[in-house]
């Protein structure tokens, strides 16, 4: 399936739809990135039409959120544009590079995009307990079990990083790695399956 990357234009334009329906509980796009991200790396790729009342939160039931079917049939383009960037990077084996926004400092936190990739496995939480219940392969998820939980209230949510977020910075430096390693655990998975299916 031939498919053409999105441009920098089209992302300002899905970055700015996002952001005008934040406040109603849609994604940024940092987070949407991590969905897609559990979504293609995980037990089963769900298309972006499928989620949009979690991509959009309540302007998803708001008649006015987009001013005609063709300003909403783009974003859904759009958003089906970024979920095919991701699913080529993981199909091809090339690197993984998580989209992470800078704060007003111009700090990289990553917990939008490990909160969103959680998101995610929640609509896959049984198939999920395969990879948690895989020693080894279950590490692929504590950089971004790290950071989706970095400032949680509840300390003993958060045991993997230190009082001054030392290992933060390892953490951001293995998401690519932990997206596809996941994706390479499910993966193997589907093949074993459907190999067991044709004995």
């Given at each position: 399936m031939s498919h053409t990357?999105?441009?920098?234009?089209?992302?300002?334009?899905l970055d700015a739809t996002l952001q005008r329906f934040v406040a109603q509980g849609a994604m940024n796009l940092?987070?949407?990135?991590?969905?897609?991200?559990?979504?293609?790396?995980?037990?089963e790729p769900l298309k972006p039409q499928d989620c949009l009342p979690m991509?959009?939160?309540?302007?998803?039931?708001d008649e006015t959120a987009f001013p005609s079917i063709k300003s909403l049939e783009q974003f859904v383009a759009l958003l089906m544009g970024h979920w095919l960037d991701i699913a080529h990077s993981l199909r091809d084996g090339t690197v993984f590079q998580p989209w992470l926004a800078q704060d007003e400092s111009g700090k990289v936190n990553g917990n939008d995009w490990a909160q969103g990739f959680m998101e995610g496995m929640t609509l896959f939480n049984d198939d999920w307990g395969l990879l948690f219940d895989n020693e080894e392969e279950a590490e692929a998820l504590v950089p971004i079990m790290a950071l989706a939980f970095e400032h949680h209230p509840d300390?003993?949510?958060?045991?993997?990083?230190?009082?001054?977020?030392?290992e933060r910075d390892n953490?951001?430096?293995?998401?690519?790695?932990s997206v596809s390693r996941?994706?390479?655990?499910?993966?193997?998975?589907?093949?074993?399956?459907?190999?067991?299916?044709?004995?």
């Open positions: 990357p999105l441009s920098e234009k089209d992302y300002l334009a940092e987070k949407l990135d991590g969905f897609f991200a559990a979504l293609l790396a995980g037990p991509i959009l939160g309540e302007a998803f039931d300390p003993e949510m958060r045991p993997f990083l230190g009082e001054d977020g030392a953490w951001l430096a293995s998401i690519s790695d996941i994706h390479g655990f499910f993966d193997a998975l589907r093949k074993s399956l459907e190999e067991d299916d044709q004995d």
